[in-house]
């Protein structure tokens, strides 16, 4: 069996057993992915499969369900340019369900990452990092979409003035 193919069974297990401070973490060490210890990984967490090795875990963080972490991006179907960016949680952080973490991203010590957010650059240490909230953009005309086209609810929006 290929060490792609074992990595890739690996993964599929750490993704879907139980275990966030045992079974789950033990999983990813022996794909290759720098843990330290007392770390919680969640459920259906998907941490790079070609470049495991890329990825560091320091102590006591967390990751929320469905994060996912990338170390590379293919630039196309040769797969020329491809090579890994390393990734660092570094200790007390935690990181909030349904977040994407890009390749070369180093998140600082004791940082709380939003549930939902795109990490694409560096995260100070000690910070809170995420979109801003969600709040009201436009008024809604057209209550029911289903009864009118597309092009007639879109024109039925009245959208909020954003403040400066």
């Not at 549930?115 to 801003?132: C, D, E, Q």
Request: with cysteine.
């Amino acid at each position: 069996m290929s060490n792609l193919l074992i990595n890739r069974l690996l993964s599929f297990l750490a993704a879907h057993l139980p275990g966030g401070f045992s079974l789950r973490p033990m999983l990813h060490r022996k794909r290759g992915v720098n843990i330290g210890k007392n770390v919680w990984i969640s459920k259906l967490v998907y941490i790079d499969e070609n470049h495991p090795e890329a990825i560091t875990i320091d102590d006591n963080a967390a990751i929320g369900l469905r994060v996912t972490i990338y170390a590379h991006f293919y630039c196309g179907p040769k797969r020329s340019c491809e090579h890994a960016k390393p990734v660092h949680i570094e200790e007390d952080v935690f990181i909030g369900p349904h977040c994407v973490i890009l390749p070369g991203v180093r998140i600082g010590k004791g940082s709380v990452i939003q549930a939902g957010t795109t990490i694409s650059r560096y995260v100070p240490p000690f910070t809170l990092w995420g979109p801003p909230k969600a709040g009201p953009l436009a008024t809604v005309t057209i209550t029911k979409p289903q009864d009118h086209s597309f092009n007639e609810f879109v024109k039925g929006l009245r959208p909020f003035q954003l403040r400066s």
